[in-house]
C-alpha cells in the first residue's frame, strides 16, 4: 500500500521569476486579505513566496500555468521529493516548449513537469495564447499538484465529490479534487461551489502552501488503523492508531476537540462511531489533527452489537428485548458485572429503569453485548443467554421490516422480516411514503404492491401511527441462516466474509462451539469435519494431484439469538450451486435510480450493485450510444433529465458481470442531428443532446424519426434552425430515438436566414457582403471545429488563411441569433494530427480542424500509416474540407 500523506493544494513563486524579493514584514497591501495574512508572512518566512519590487505582494493577482508548475517545482524540491531521473530534462523538451512559447525562464521546470508526468502534452496549449501567459484554473492546478504528489497518496474515482457544480469539474480533475476535498485541504464556497474554473491567486496558493510544505516536511502519514479505543464514559475516549508508515499516534478525543467525517467528508459523525480495526485518515494542521475521516463504512447497529432491539422489560435480573427486525422477545440474563450506558456515557441499571419509567410513551432501543453460558437450570443442563453491556437511547419512532402481506390508502399490513408475526399500522396524516430513495404517494405504493412480492421499512410513532413507508423489490435484511457469503479469511480466531460490497468479521469464542460442514469436489452431501478440517479445506491442503486451486470459498452460516455463530457451511466455486442449490448468477431489471462509488442502484431497491472497475464490450452494453463505456454510463445515471433502464447479472456478491442499458427518455437542448443522408458514416442518424446540467451525450436515432407536429419533419431539423432548440426525446426498445419533440422553439424566433462566406466588418460580421450585429448570445455550432466562443470565432474570421461559410439566423432586429459555420479550406504549417484532428499554424496562432475517419483521410493523402503525419510536421499545407465541413484531405 502506498503510504499517505495529508496534503494541500499549494505553490511558491520561485526565486528569481522577478528581479526584487521582498521579506512579509515589508509587504504593505496583505491587509487586504487579512484572512491569509499571517500564512502569507508564513511562507515568506519560509522562503517559499516572494513579493514584488514596489513591496506588494498582490495577493489578488491570478497565478499563471507556467509560474504554477514552478511553484510546484519548488514544493518537491524543498521537502526533498523531486524525483532526479525527471531533472535537467530540459534539451528533450527545448523544441516543443519554444513551439507553445512557454516563458524562458520557467522552461526548465515545465520540462521536469512533462518528464515527470505532472503535465502531459496536451496541457501546454492552456499555457500561453499568442505568447501572452494564461492564468491558471483551480481544477488545473489540482491535476498538477495530485500528479506531484501521486507516489504518496491513493487516488480514487473522484465519485464521492458533491460540490453543487460538480457537473463543471472535468474528468481528468474530479480524482484530484475529491483527494484534496476528502482531506479538508479544499473547500465549497458559501454556495457549496467549487468553482473549478475560476482563476487561482496568490493569496490562496500562500494558503494551501503553507500546509502543504509543513506536513511534507515532518513527513506525517495521515492514514491508519485504529488498533485500540477506550470509551471513558462517553466523556472523552483515548485512540490508538497504528499509521500506514508504521508510526503510532496515541490521541485522546472529544465530541468538543475533533470532528469525525464519513469517508467523503458529506456527514459528521459521533466519535462513539469509531471502533477498533476501523481505516481512518487523520488530517494535520501543521504538528496539530484537527479532524478525522472514516475510511470504512461506518457500523450499523445490527453489525456493531450482538442484538439490537426495543426493551420490553427490566426487571428480576432479565431484560427482554423485543427484536428490531423479527419482532420475537428474547429473555437475556443480566450479568453481575453488567454496564449500562446511556447515549454512549456510563451509568446504572436503576437510572435505566427510571428512563423506561419516565417514557413509557417512547420506544427504549438498546445494543446489547452478550454470551452464551451453559448451565444447569432446573436441574438440566441448557444454553442460557447472558447480556454483558448495555447501550441505551431513547426514540420517539421505531422501524421495523417485512414483506407486504396487504395495502390500502390508510393501512400497511405485513410478516415480520425473520419471524411469522403479522404486524399493521394505520397511517399518521404526515406520513412520507417512498419507493427506494424516491418521495412518492400512497397510490404509488399501493399500485407496486399489487405487482407482486415486495417489502416495506415502516417507522411507527409513539401513538402506533406509521409515519414513514419505504417500499422496495428486494429485502431489506437478508435471512442470515440462507445469505451466501464468500470468504475472505478464515483460522482459529475468526472468519472474515462479504456480502453485497460489505466486509463482516465475526470472531470465535471457541472453535469448540461451532459446527463445520464442507461439501467435497463432485460431492452430494455435507460433510460435518472438526475446524481443522475446515481450515485444510479452506487452505487447500486438501487439493490433489494436478487439481487446480479453487478462485472463491464461499460460506453460510447459522447464528443462535444472541447472534453467535453456531454452524459454517463452506463450499468451493465449481461446488456451489450443488451445494446451496442456487446459480451464481442473479438477475435485475429496472430503471437506475443512480451510480455513485462504483455501486448501481436501481429506483425500486435497495440493494447495490457493485460495477467492475473495466468490462469488455459483450459485458456493457448501452443500446442507442454509439460507444458504451462506464463513463457515459454513470454519466446517464447521474443526469437528472435522462430516464435509463438496466438490465443486470449479478454474482453472489452482487457484482455486475454483464450490464445492457438503455435510455427511454430524455430532455434537454438538441446540439446537433445528423440524418440518414449524411455523408460521414459516423455522424450519421446521430444526435447530440446537452442536458441542463452541462452534460452531453451523443446518441443514435432511427433513420427517420417521428415529430409531434406538422410543422417540421426530420429533415428540417437538421438545419440550423433547430440546433440549440429545446427538445423532448422518446426511444425504441433499442434505445434508438424515435421521436423527437421541439418543445421551445425560441433559437428560431428569427424572421430572417442568409448564408455565404463570413468575414469581420469592424465589430460585425459580414454575411454574402452584408453586415449584422453580433447578438449578446450568440449561439455558434461547426462540424468543423470545437470553438463555440464569439471572440475565438471573429479571431478565425479575421485569419486570411482561413475561408468559412456560414447559415445564420438573424432576428427582427437584424442581429445574428445562431450561426452554423462550415470551413473550406485553410492553410499553414502543419503541426500535427491527433485522433480525428489535424492543426495548423497560420501567421495568427494554431487551429485544430476535426477530419473524416483516419483510414479515409490516409487514403486521400497517400499516406500508408499514421506514423507518415508526422513527416508532414513543419511543412506548408492547404486543407480541403467536404461538404459536412470535415478535413478531407492536404
Known amino acids: 500500500m502506498k503510504r499517505k500523506m495529508a496534503m494541500a493544494l499549494a505553490a511558491v513563486l520561485v526565486a528569481g521569476s522577478l528581479p526584487v524579493t521582498v521579506s512579509a514584514a515589508t509587504f504593505t497591501d496583505i491587509n487586504e486579505v487579512s484572512w491569509a495574512s499571517s500564512t502569507i508572512q508564513a511562507v515568506s518566512d519560509k522562503g517559499l513566496i516572494n513579493g514584488y519590487e514596489d513591496g506588494t505582494f498582490r495577493a489578488k493577482n491570478n497565478v499563471t500555468y507556467s509560474e504554477a508548475m514552478v511553484m510546484v517545482y519548488n514544493l518537491m524540491s524543498k521537502t526533498g521529493n523531486l524525483k532526479t531521473s525527471a531533472t535537467n530534462t530540459l534539451s528533450i523538451y527545448q523544441s516543443v516548449l519554444n513551439t507553445y512559447k512557454i516563458p524562458t525562464w520557467s522552461q526548465s521546470t515545465v520540462a521536469y513537469g512533462l518528464s515527470a508526468q505532472i503535465l502531459m502534452a496536451a496541457d501546454l496549449p492552456k499555457f500561453t495564447t499568442n505568447g501572452v501567459s494564461n492564468p491558471a484554473t483551480r481544477q488545473d492546478v489540482a491535476v498538477m499538484f495530485g500528479r506531484a504528489l501521486s507516489e504518496k497518496y491513493d487516488i480514487y474515482a473522484g465519485t464521492g465529490v458533491n460540490y453543487n457544480d460538480v457537473w463543471r469539474i472535468s474528468d481528468e480533475a474530479m480524482p484530484y479534487v475529491d483527494l484534496l476535498t476528502r482531506l479538508g485541504i479544499v473547500t465549497g464556497d458559501d454556495s457549496g461551489n467549487f468553482n473549478p474554473t475560476a482563476n487561482i491567486t496568490r493569496a490562496e496558493m500562500a494558503v494551501m502552501m503553507n500546509k502543504t510544505y509543513d506536513l511534507l516536511s515532518n513527513e ?203 404486524k399493521s399500522a394505520d397511517f399518521a396524516s404526515d406520513c412520507e411514503f417512498y419507493i427506494g430513495d424516491k418521495k412518492s404517494s400512497a397510490k404509488d405504493l399501493e399500485d407496486m404492491a399489487e405487482s407482486g412480492t415486495v417489502y416495506v421499512k415502516v417507522t411507527v410513532n409513539s401513538k402506533g401511527k406509521a409515519t414513514k413507508v419505504v417500499m422496495t423489490e428486494d429485502k431489506f435484511t437478508d435471512n442470515t441462516a440462507s445469505s451466501t457469503y464468500t470468504v475472505k479469511g478464515f483460522n482459529k480466531d475468526r472468519i472474515v466474509v462479504s456480502r453485497g460490497g460489505t466486509t463482516t468479521t465475526y470472531e470465535f469464542g471457541s472453535t469448540s462451539d461451532i459446527t463445520y460442514y464442507i461439501w467435497e469436489k463432485g460431492g452430494t452431501k455435507w460433510d ?26 464461499y460460506a453460510r452460516m447459522n447464528f443462535d439469538k444472541s447472534g453467535k455463530i453456531t454452524a459454517i ?40 450493485y457493485t460495477l467492475q472497475s473495466k468490462y469488455d464490450e459483450d459485458s456493457l452494453e ?153 447578438d449578446s448570445k450568440t449561439y455558434i455550432t461547426s462540424s468543423s471545429f470545437t470553438y463555440s466562443t464569439k471572440d475565438m470565432f471573429e479571431r478565425m474570421l479575421q485569419d486570411k488563411d482561413i475561408e468559412v461559410y456560414v447559415e445564420a439566423t438573424i432576428s427582427d432586429s437584424n442581429k445574428v441569433e445562431r450561426i452554423n459555420a462550415r470551413v473550406e479550406s485553410a492553410e499553414g504549417e502543419f503541426v500535427e494530427y491527433d485522433s480525428g484532428s489535424v492543426v495548423i499554424e497560420t501567421d495568427s496562432r494554431k487551429w485544430s480542424f476535426n477530419t473524416v475517419s483516419k483510414n479515409t483521410l490516409l487514403k486521400n493523402c497517400g499516406l500508408d500509416d499514421e506514423k507518415d503525419f508526422e513527416k508532414k510536421e513543419g511543412k506548408n499545407v492547404t486543407l480541403e474540407f467536404n461538404s459536412d465541413g470535415l478535413v478531407e484531405e492536404f
Open 220 to 422: 506525517l502519514a495521515n492514514t491508519g488503523e485504529i488498533t485500540e479505543i477506550v470509551n471513558h464514559d462517553g466523556d472523552y475516549y483515548d485512540v490508538d492508531v497504528k499509521m500506514d508508515n508504521g508510526e503510532r499516534n496515541r490521541l485522546t478525543l472529544s465530541d468538543d476537540n475533533i470532528s469525525v467525517y464519513n469517508k467523503d467528508g458529506s456527514r459528521e459523525l459521533p466519535i462513539s462511531s469509531l471502533s477498533k480495526g476501523d481505516k481512518v485518515s487523520l488530517v494535520f494542521d501543521g504538528l496539530v489533527i484537527t479532524k478525522i475521516y472514516l475510511l470504512d463504512e461506518e457500523a450499523s447497529a445490527q453489525e456493531k452489537y450482538d442484538a439490537v432491539g426495543y426493551i420490553y422489560s427490566l426487571k428480576d435480573g432479565y431484560l427482554n428485548l423485543e427484536s428490531e427486525n423479527t419482532g420475537e422477545t428474547t429473555k437475556y440474563k443480566i450479568n453481575t458485572n453488567c454496564t449500562y450506558y446511556l447515549d454512549g456515557k456510563k451509568t446504572t441499571e436503576s437510572a435505566i429503569k427510571d428512563v423506561i419509567d419516565d417514557n413509557s410513551d417512547k420506544y427504549v432501543y438498546a445494543g446489547l453485548y452478550t454470551e452464551t453460558k451453559n448451565e444447569k437450570v432446573d436441574g438440566e443442563r441448557q444454553d442460557v443467554l447472558y447480556a454483558n453491556a448495555v447501550y441505551v437511547t431513547v426514540k420517539d419512532e421505531y422501524t421495523q421490516t417485512g414483506e407486504v402481506t396487504d395495502f390500502t390508502s390508510t393501512t400497511v399490513s405485513y410478516k415480520a422480516s425473520g419471524s411469522n408475526a403479522r
Open 622 to 774: 448501452i443500446g442507442g450510444a454509439p460507444t458504451s463505456s462506464l463513463t457515459v454510463l454513470t454519466r446517464m445515471a447521474n443526469c437528472d433529465d435522462v430516464t435509463l433502464y438496466a438490465e443486470i447479472k449479478a454474482d453472489g456478491n452482487n457484482k455486475i458481470t454483464d450490464i445492457e442499458a438503455r435510455l427511454t427518455a430524455a430532455e434537454g437542448k438538441m446540439i446537433e442531428y445528423n440524418g440518414k443522408d449524411t455523408s460521414d458514416s459516423d455522424k450519421k442518424n446521430t444526435l447530440t443532446l446537452e442536458t441542463p446540467d452541462g452534460s452531453q451525450f451523443k446518441l443514435k436515432t432511427v433513420s427517420n424519426p417521428k415529430t409531434d407536429s406538422d410543422d417540421y419533419d426530420a429533415e428540417d431539423l437538421q438545419t440550423t434552425g433547430y440546433r440549440g432548440s429545446s427538445v423532448k426525446l422518446e426511444f425504441n426498445n433499442d434505445g434508438e430515438i424515435s421521436k423527437i419533440i421541439v418543445t421551445d422553439s425560441k433559437y428560431n424566433s428569427g424572421t430572417k436566414r442568409v448564408k455565404g462566406t463570413a468575414s469581420v466588418d469592424g465589430s460585425k460580421i459580414k454575411i454574402d457582403g452584408k453586415s449584422y450585429s453580433w
Open 528 to 553: 460435518e469435519v472438526s475446524f481443522r478440517g475446515a481450515e485444510s479445506f479452506y487452505d487447500e491442503d486438501d487439493l490433489k494431484p494436478n487439481e487446480k486451486p479453487y478462485d472463491t470459498m
Open 569 to 608: 457451511y463452506m463450499v468451493k466455486d465449481s461446488d456451489r450451486e450443488d451445494a446451496f442449490g442456487e446459480a451464481e448468477a442473479t438477475e435485475k431489471k429496472g430503471t437506475v435510480e443512480s451510480i455513485k462509488d462504483g455501486k448501481l442502484k436501481f429506483k425500486t431497491s435497495s440493494t447495490e
